[in-house]
């Protein structure tokens, strides 16, 4: 089973899988009106949804360039998008010492609405990863990884709601993250680039 010792949030690291640690994600709960629900599911369900939801989150283009090497190992790049450099937001210059603090939020809301929901975001349905035409994938698990697949109601072939297929699968979930992303990320909605760093 997935637990919080399998979160690596080591800052520049080589194999980490997560900005924030498990321990982090609860502080951060403790302070909203849905900590008790966060709280209420298993640590293994929060480990799955923060490790996921840095996935995702690295879908996003982000401003600067990624720090090279990795703070681990000298021959390894880093194995995620943050920590950056060449990057400013509100008079904060992204440095490769750091995450944001707007990145490590943005991954905790985005668990929060994977262990709710965690057909949230499924990807490309009824093609990719081995679903048949005509299905999606309806459950992914990190523990003794378990994938399954669900016909599409009325024979639907697909599910494919994408207006405009730039904007990373996670913003067009939950779009109230480019608010929380601000200036550090570039983000593309709708047929044009919004560039967010607008306040630097």
Do not use: H
Request: aromatic content about 8%; glycine content about 8%; overall charge negative.
């Amino acid at each position: 089973m997935a637990a919080y010792s399998d979160i690596i949030s080591v800052v520049g690291g080589a194999v980490s899988n997560s900005y924030v640690s498990g321990t982090e994600a609860d502080e951060y709960a403790a302070f909203r009106s849905w900590d008790a629900t966060w709280l209420g599911k298993t640590e293994t369900e929060r480990t799955i949804a923060l490790v996921n939801a840095c996935r995702w989150l690295d879908t996003v283009d982000f401003a600067g360039t990624r720090c090279d090497p990795s703070t681990t190992d000298a021959s390894s790049p880093q194995a995620l998008s943050w920590p950056r450099s060449g990057a400013t937001c509100d008079g904060v210059a992204a440095t490769c010492t750091f995450i944001p603090k707007e990145v490590k939020q943005a991954q905790i809301l985005i668990a929060y609405n994977l262990v709710i929901n965690p057909e949230l975001i499924t990807g490309t349905p009824g093609g990719g990863g081995g679903a048949a035409a005509g299905t999606y994938v309806s459950k992914n698990q990190l523990g003794d990884l378990v994938q399954e697949f669900s016909a599409f109601p009325s024979g639907e072939q697909s599910r494919n709601d994408c207006v405009d297929c730039a904007t990373p699968a996670i913003i067009a979930a939950l779009p109230w993250l480019k608010g929380i992303l601000s200036c550090w990320a570039d983000i593309s909605t709708g047929s044009s680039k919004i560039l967010l760093r607008v306040r630097s």
